[in-house]
C-alpha cells in the first residue's frame, strides 16, 4: 500500500467505533503499539549539503541502507549526523522517495551515475514511478547498446583466436568482409558478378540490327546468343560455387536455407539449370520464357552488400498493414467511381467504357493523375464524374502517405514500447512486491482492523479459492457418499497457499486445545497459517499430520511477497479476560504469514 | 402561404450558413478547452493553540495529524470522493462506498461537502479522546442518519448493509441477504426498550451501558494516535 494510505490507518481504526454498538461478539484484543519512541529529525551530510528529515521517513522502507541499522556506520560522532560521500544532486531524489513513496528519474542525470547511486543506497530500481519509467527504461537500453557495441566493435579488431576452425573462419569472412584480404575480393567479386548478369540480362533484349538475310530487328540476345550464353554460365557458377560454400560454411544449415538471402540465391541461379535440363520442346519453351524472369531477382542479391536495401524490407514489412489497408481505400473508390463512370457513359456512342472492370483502368489512371488519354469520357455527366474522380484521387492518395509515415514511426515505436513494457512489467512487479514491504507494525493493525469487521458482522474473510471450494462442499454435502472422496481428493491436490478453512474445522477436533472459539481468531485475509508443530502429542490424527507436511506448492497466481510476523508475546491486560481469542494467540503458536 | 415561404427561407438559409461554414472550414476555432483551471481551492485551519483549545489532544498530536493529513490532501479539504477512496484501500475485498459515505456525514458537521483538517480532528477528538457518553453519542449521530434524534429501521438497516457490504462476497460462512436484516432485529431487540420502532438517544445510551462488551470496545482505538 501507498505509504500515504498508511498515514490514515489510525483513522481508519478510529471510525470503527461505529461497528462497536452493532457488534454482537466482543472485540479481539489490538495488538500493542510499541512505537512510542519519540519521532525526532535525523540529519544527513551528502558531500557537504544538509538534508533533514523525520526518523520515521527513513523507516518506512527498512530494507534500504538509510532505513536500517547500516546508516549507523556512515554516523559521524563529532557533528552528530550521518555523512555520506555521495552526490548530492541524484541524493535529493533518493530522499524524495522516502517521503513521497515515488521514486523519479531525473532527465538529465547520466543513467550509470544513477544506478550506481541507487545500488549503493539500496534501492531497487523497479519501482521508478510510471512518470518515469519509461525513460529510465530507454536510457538504459540505449546504455547497453552501447556498451554491447564497444563491446563487438573491440572483438571485432581483435585478432582472430587462432583455434577457429576453417569453416568457422569462412563463416565469418562471408558475415564480415572487412575481416580479410580474401573476403574482401570475394565480397567484391561476387559483386560484380551480379551487376554484369543483370546487365546481361537487360542488354539481350535491345533491339542489334537485322540479320544478314532476314528483314526484322532481332535482340542482341538472339544475335550473340552464344556470348551471352557463356556469359550466363559463368554468373550462375560463381553464384552456384558461392552459395555452396555459404551452405558448407554456415553453422546451422537448416536456419540458412530457411533464411531469405539463401531463397533469393536459389530462386536466381534455378532458371538456368532448369533450362539447361529441358529440351527444346515447343511446348514448355514457353514457361522456360516466365522462368527467366525469375533471373532478375539477382538484383536482390545486392542487398547482402547494402544495408540500406535491407532496412528498406524490413520496412515495407512492418508497414504492411498500413500499406494493405491504403490499397483497400483505393480499390474502394476505384470500384465505385468505376461502376458511376460506367453508367454514366453508357449511353454514349463509341465509348470504350465497354464494361465496368475496363473502367477500371481508366480509374486508376486519373486517381493517380497519371491520365494517360487513351480513356476519355465523352458525356457531360461523364465529364463531371472524371474530374471528381481526378480530385478525389489526389486526397485518396495524398492523404493515407503521410498518415502512413507518421503512423509507421509511431507503430513501430509504440509495439516496441508495447513489449518492452509487457517484459518490464513481469520484472517491474517482482521489483515492486520485494520492496513495497510496508512497516510491520501497520499490517498488524490493519489486520487487526480487519478481525473487527469479522467479528462485528459474525463472517470471516476468506479468498476466493476457498469460497469456491466451501460453495463446491455445500452442493457436494448434499451427496453424502461423495463427500468423503471429495475431502480425500481434495486434500490430496496440490495444495495453494492459501489455507482451507473448512478442512481446518475437522482436523481441530483431534487437537483438543482448539475448540470452536479457536476458528474467530484466525483471520482469512490474505494470511496463511502454518501451524508449528504443537507440543502436545498432536500426531494422533493422520489429518494433522497432514496439515502439519502441508507443502507450499504455490500455483502461480498466488505468489505473493509476504510479511512473517510471529504472535507477540501474549500480553496481560485486563481486558484480555473479557475477549476468548487471546488464550489461542498464545497456544496456537500460529506463524501468520501476510501476503500484501 | 407567407408563413411556410419564411420557414423554407429560414431553413435554406440555415443550410447555406453549414455549406459555407463547410467550405470556408470551422476547423480554425479549436474547441479545446484551454485546462487551465487550476484548483486554487487551499483552506487553513485554524491555528494550533485554537485547535488545543476545541480538542482533547496533545499539541504533538496534533502537529502528527496535521502533517499525514496534509500530506494526502494538500489543498487543506477532503471531498467525499478522496474520503470513499482512502477508506476503500483499508478493505479490498468489499465495497465500503457506502460506509464512507456515512462516515462523511458523520465527520461533516458543517454540512459543506468538504471535510476540513477542524472537522477530521474534532471528530477525531471524540472518537479517541471523548468520555464513553460522548463516544456512543457520536456513534448515534453516525447511525441517526437524517439527524432527527431518532434511529429508525430503515437507518439502521442501511448502516448494516453498508457494514456488511464492507464484507464484500467471499466470506465464511456464505453471505446470505438478510444477513443485514436479522442483525437489525436483534440489534432492536436489544435496544428498543418501549419497542415503538425507534430508537432514541436515552434508550441506546441505556441499552449500550448495560453491555460489556460494548463497553469495552469502545476503548479499544484509544491509543491509536
Known amino acids: ?596 | 402561404m407567407g408563413h411556410r415561404r419564411r420557414r423554407c427561407k429560414r431553413r435554406l438559409l440555415r443550410v447555406a450558413r453549414y455549406l459555407f461554414r463547410w467550405f470556408t472550414g470551422t476547423l480554425v476555432e479549436d474547441s479545446v478547452v484551454e485546462d487551465g483551471e487550476l484548483s486554487t481551492v487551499c483552506y487553513r485551519p485554524e491555528g494550533l493553540d485554537q485547535l488545543l483549545q476545541q480538542t482533547k489532544f496533545t499539541r504533538r498530536e496534533l502537529q502528527i495529524l496535521y502533517r499525514g493529513f496534509k500530506n494526502e490532501c494538500p489543498s487543506g479539504v477532503v471531498d467525499e470522493e478522496t474520503f470513499k477512496l482512502i477508506y476503500s484501500q483499508f478493505f479490498p475485498q468489499g465495497d465500503s462506498s457506502t460506509y464512507a459515505h456515512f462516515l462523511f456525514e458523520a465527520f461533516d458537521t458543517h454540512k459543506n461537502g468538504t471535510v476540513s483538517f477542524e472537522d477530521f480532528v474534532t471528530g477525531l477528538s471524540i472518537i479517541l479522546r471523548g468520555s464513553v457518553t460522548e463516544k456512543l453519542n457520536w456513534a448515534f449521530n453516525l447511525y441517526d442518519l437524517n439527524k432527527d434524534g431518532f434511529i429508525t429501521k430503515e437507518e439502521m438497516t442501511d448502516i448494516m448493509s453498508s457494514i456488511y457490504d464492507m464484507m464484500g462476497t467471499c466470506t465464511y460462512p456464505c453471505m446470505q441477504n438478510d444477513a443485514p436484516k436479522e442483525h437489525v432485529d436483534n440489534f432492536f431487540q436489544k435496544m428498543d426498550k418501549n419497542k415503538d420502532g425507534v430508537v432514541t438517544i436515552e434508550e441506546f445510551l441505556e441499552s449500550c451501558q448495560k453491555d460489556e462488551n460494548i463497553m469495552q470496545s469502545m476503548h479499544l482505538f484509544d491509543n491509536v494516535i
Open chain 1, 1 to 596: 500500500m501507498a505509504t500515504g494510505v498508511a498515514a490514515w490507518l489510525p483513522f481508519a481504526r478510529a471510525a470503527a467505533i461505529g461497528w462497536m454498538p452493532v457488534a454482537s461478539a466482543p472485540m479481539p484484543t489490538p495488538p500493542p503499539d510499541n512505537r512510542r519512541k519519540q519521532d525526532g529529525l535525523i540529519l544527513l551530510n551528502v558531500s557537504g549539503q544538509k538534508f533533514q528529515t523525520w526518523r520515521n521517513t527513513l523507516e518506512r522502507y527498512p530494507d534500504t541502507l538509510l532505513g536500517s541499522t547500516e546508516r549507523e556506520f556512515f554516523f559521524h560522532e563529532e557533528t552528530n549526523e550521518y555523512f555520506f560521500d555521495r552526490d548530492p544532486d541524484i541524493f535529493r531524489h533518493i530522499l524524495n522517495f522516502y517521503r513521497t513513496g515515488k521514486l523519479h528519474y531525473p532527465r538529465q542525470e547520466c543513467i550509470s551515475a544513477y544506478d550506481e547511486e541507487l545500488a549503493f543506497f539500496g534501492i531497487i530500481p523497479e519501482i521508478i514511478g510510471d512518470c518515469c519509467y519509461e525513460e529510465y527504461k530507454d536510457r538504459r537500453r540505449e546504455n547497453q547498446e552501447r556498451i554491447q557495441d564497444d563491446e563487438d566493435s573491440e572483438n571485432q579488431n581483435d585478432m582472430v583466436p587462432p583455434d577457429m576452425t576453417f569453416r568457422e573462419t569462412m563463416w565469418r569472412a562471408f558475415e564480415n568482409p572487412h575481416t580479410s584480404t580474401m573476403a574482401l575480393v570475394f565480397y567484391y567479386v561476387t559483386g560484380f558478378f551480379i551487376a554484369v548478369s543483370v546487365m546481361a540480362n537487360v542488354v539481350e533484349t535491345v533491339p542489334c540490327g537485322t540479320l544478314p538475310n532476314r528483314v526484322k530487328q532481332v535482340s542482341c540476345g538472339e544475335r550473340y546468343a552464344l556470348a551471352f550464353f557463356c556469359l550466363d554460365t559463368a554468373c550462375v557458377m560463381i553464384f552456384t560455387v558461392e552459395y555452396l560454400l555459404r551452405l558448407m560454411a554456415a553453422p546451422s544449415r537448416w536456419n540458412f536455407i530457411k533464411s531469405v538471402m539463401s531463397v533469393i540465391d536459389v530462386v536466381a541461379i534455378m532458371p538456368y539449370y532448369i533450362g539447361l535440363v529441358m529440351t527444346d520442346n515447343e511446348d514448355v519453351s514457353g514457361a522456360f520464357v516466365t522462368l527467366r524472369v525469375f533471373r532478375v531477382f539477382r538484383i536482390f542479391k545486392f542487398s547482402r552488400h547494402s544495408a540500406g536495401l535491407r532496412i528498406l524490407g524490413y520496412t515495407l514489412k512492418s508497414c504492411a498493414s498500413e500499406l494493405g489497408f491504403l490499397l483497400f481505400s483505393l480499390t474502394m473508390a476505384i470500384i465505385i467511381f468505376a461502376t458511376v463512370m460506367f453508367y454514366a457513359e453508357k449511353g454514349s456512342s463509341a465509348s470504350k467504357f465497354t464494361s465496368i472492370p475496363a473502367a477500371f483502368w481508366y480509374t486508376i489512371v486519373t486517381m493517380t493523375t497519371l491520365g494517360y488519354g487513351d480513356m476519355v469520357p465523352k458525356t457531360i455527366v461523364g465529364k463531371i464524374v472524371g474530374s471528381v474522380c481526378s480530385l478525389s484521387g489526389v486526397l485518396v492518395i495524398a492523404l493515407p502517405v503521410p498518415v502512413i509515415v507518421s503512423n509507421f514511426s509511431r507503430i513501430y515505436h509504440q509495439s516496441q514500447r508495447a513489449d518492452k513494457r509487457r517484459a518490464q512489467k513481469a520484472s517491474k512487479a517482482a521489483g515492486q512486491a520485494l520492496v513495497c514491504k510496508a512497516n510491520p507494525m501497520f499490517d498488524t493493525h490493519h489486520n487487526h482492523l480487519l478481525h473487527c469487521l469479522e467479528k462485528t458482522t459474525n463472517h470471516e474473510f476468506v479468498d476466493e479459492q476457498t469460497f469456491e471450494t466451501s460453495l463446491l462442499e455445500v452442493s457436494m454435502a448434499k451427496h453424502p457418499h461423495l463427500s468423503p472422496s471429495l475431502s480425500s481428493g481434495s486434500s490430496s491436490q496440490g495444495l495453494s497457499c492459501c489455507s482451507r478453512r473448512n478442512k481446518r474445522k475437522s482436523f481441530n477436533v483431534p487437537n483438543s486445545n482448539m475448540t470452536g472459539g479457536h476458528r474467530n481468531s484466525i483471520q482469512e485475509l490474505s494470511t496463511i497459517h502454518i501451524r508449528e508443530r504443537p507440543i502436545t502429542n498432536s500426531r494422533s490424527s493422520l489429518n494433522a499430520k497432514f496439515e502439519e507436511t502441508v507443502p507450499l506448492n504455490c500455483k502461480q497466481p498466488y505468489i505473493t511477497a509476504a510479511v512473517i510476523t510471529l504472535p507477540m508475546p501474549p500480553v496481560t491486560t485486563p481486558e484480555d479476560d473479557g475477549s476468548a481469542s487471546s488464550p489461542d494467540y498464545s497456544q496456537a503458536n500460529i506463524v501468520r504469514v501476510s501476503a500484501l
